[in-house]
């Protein structure tokens, strides 16, 4: 497996991990055998790094990798590392009602995620979205005395704009900014990103297949579950999908060409950004894991990314990347 480091201060992870919210929550249900085995899959293969929220599911998805490292081989436990969201609010229907990033509320959030993941520290622990009503510098700061506590190995941040994260930097040490970066969403690159390298914090990318609609294997005539949440995502809604189904189309001809899949050169892409990168795959079967993990083999040279970027220049995608309502929580889109 190949390594990569994230950021200056952060932790060495697998060149890829696993996103595991899909085996919980929001992409309609999911086969509980079958997730264990994926993570089980994605350690044997050699995958160190595995991202959840303690909200995903309301802490089912917490439970479940527990469930599969406490199944797996010891050595595979020891090199797990595990990343933790928090500070989103639920209601008992599924809905979000908002975030909390009270320094006390923090610790609150940290200790139940310990109990839940059967584990003396979290290797990475962010809040998922800014409390608008909470100074970065205070949520930071209450993170920042977990890890001196030795609850938390690093800190880590989530879909924040420069200017918090020059504001969270000057807090405490940033091991990596989680944000959603693929071919279909490429707004950091103007300016949050030049400012994590200029900051020495990594980058782990989540969405890089966008939801599965870059993957290859979404169709226009799929028919989503009610607990599906791209039933409610702009981009995958009337015109907005036919429009991105055909930017996936005249990728499908570049991997073609290159013999690999149209998922293969979505996570190659985001791979070929930067070793300060590291994409977060939302697999939930074996078979998917495999053939994401089959990107890493894949070499695009300058041509290649010349031709992607004919292919789905940036800017492309129809629609925006979540509900207007759930864009408005995104300090990483002021």
């Known amino acids: 497996m190949q390594t990569r480091t994230l950021g200056t201060t952060g932790p060495q992870t697998s060149a890829l ?46 439970l479940l990798i527990n469930e599969a490292l ?49 584990r003396d520290h979290i290797d990475i622990y962010r809040i998922a979205r800014l409390d608008p009503d909470v100074p970065v510098e205070e949520t930071i700061g209450a993170i920042a005395e977990l890890v001196e506590a030795g609850h938390v190995r690093h800190i880590g941040l989530s879909e924040v704009g420069a200017e918090s994260l020059r504001r969270a930097a000057a807090v405490a040490p940033i091991s990596d900014l989680q944000i959603e970066y693929s071919l279909l969403s490429r707004g950091i690159e103007d300016e949050i990103l030049p400012t994590a390298r200029e900051l020495g914090i990594g980058v782990t990318a989540y969405g890089v297949l966008s939801r599965g609609l870059i993957s290859g294997h979404f169709t ?71 053939e994401a993990l089959g990107a890493l083999d894949v070499a695009l040279d300058a041509d290649d990314l010349a031709a992607i970027e004919r292919a789905v220049p940036a800017g492309a995608a129809a629609g925006e990347r979540y509900p207007a309502g759930q864009m408005a929580h995104l300090d990483s889109e002021r």
């Open 220 to 290: 226009r005539d799929r028919k989503l579950a009610a607990n599906d949440f791209r039933g409610m995502s702009p981009r995958f809604q009337g015109e907005n999908l036919d429009r991105n189904l055909d930017l996936v189309e005249a990728l499908r001809k570049i991997a073609e060409q290159k013999g690999i899949t149209v998922a293969q050169t979505a996570i190659a892409w985001v791979l070929s950004r930067g070793e300060d990168i590291v994409p977060l795959v939302g697999a939930r079967r074996r078979d998917r894991l495999t």
């Open 17 to 62: 991990g696993l996103g595991c919210m899909g085996m919980s929550a929001l992409y309609g249900d999911a086969d509980r055998a079958e997730s264990l085995a994926t993570v089980h899959a994605a350690l044997d293969a050699g995958i160190t790094l595995l991202d959840t929220g303690d909200f995903y599911g309301m802490g089912h998805n917490e």
């Open 70 to 118: 406490a199944t797996a081989p010891a050595a595979a436990r020891e090199k797990a590392l595990v990343s933790v969201k928090f500070g989103a609010l639920r209601t008992v229907e599924g809905g979000f009602t908002g975030y909390d990033g009270r320094p006390n509320a923090v610790k609150n959030f940290a200790a139940y995620s310990l109990q839940r993941l059967g």
